[in-house]
């Protein structure tokens, strides 16, 4: 699936209040930013922030952040919000890698949705469930983790499932087909999801903690 640029992007995010431009600046302040206490989850690489959106509306008691490299796909996300009320909402445009600058420990859920893949073995690294990424994780998680993963991606899960569960992560719920799991497992649907939903691709899913 391919994302047009959008002209203005830059603009669209300096003028949203849902969109924090100094991120850094709220390390160990997010609750401030919300003004609750309620715990915080954030999703990387959110896209057109269909999924965090649909989250935020549906749960009210907990905060989202929507963290996007692209601002293009950020800009989108804005758009997207338009006129709705999401006090429990934010988003971030900035690279994933760099989220110990912007986080202490003070997430409670972290969401992988269609993520990248980065199948050659020399990327493994860049994937957001390489054990970099989940020492990163660790350093921002509150008190227990969790880590919800959703892919069409075969060598991502396969790999997820591996690093996750040799870092002592225990599963949940892990799903080979998501849209068709028996368990009727609660979902909402991202962007991309829709898509392949509409190719009857399967979905994998894994639901994954680790508690102190
Ligand atoms: C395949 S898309 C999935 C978008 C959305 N999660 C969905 O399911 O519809 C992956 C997204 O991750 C973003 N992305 C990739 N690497 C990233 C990084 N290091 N930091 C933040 N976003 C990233 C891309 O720009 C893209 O929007």
Not at 47 to 74: V, W
Not at 165 to 192: A, G, M, Q
Request: positive net charge.
């Amino acid at each position: 699936m391919r994302y047009n640029k959008v002209s203005g992007a830059k603009e669209i995010l300096n003028n949203s209040s849902y969109v924090i431009k100094n991120p850094s600046a709220y390390k160990n302040k997010w609750h401030q930013v919300f003004g609750n206490q309620n715990p915080i989850c954030i999703e990387l690489g959110m896209g057109r922030g269909i999924f965090i959106m649909e989250m935020a509306r549906r749960n009210p008691n907990k905060n989202y952040i929507g963290i996007e490299l692209d601002s293009s796909q950020a800009a989108t996300a804005v758009k997207n919000i338009g006129t709705k009320h999401l006090p429990n909402l934010r988003i971030i445009c900035v690279d994933a890698s760099l989220i110990l600058d912007i986080f202490g420990k003070e997430i409670t859920t972290i969401y992988l949705t269609f993520s990248e893949p980065w199948p050659k073995k020399q990327d493994e690294k860049k994937r957001f469930t390489s054990l970099n990424y989940l020492k990163l994780y660790d350093r921002i998680f509150k008190k227990n983790k969790h880590i919800v993963l959703k892919t069409d991606n075969k060598i991502l899960f396969a790999s997820s499932l591996e690093n996750l569960s040799n870092y002592w992560y225990t599963f949940d719920c892990v799903s080979l087909d998501l849209h068709h799991d028996e368990r009727k497992i609660p979902n909402v649907l991202t962007d991309f999801e829709v898509q392949y939903q509409k190719e009857n691709r399967p979905i994998y899913y894994v639901d994954a903690k680790y508690k102190d």
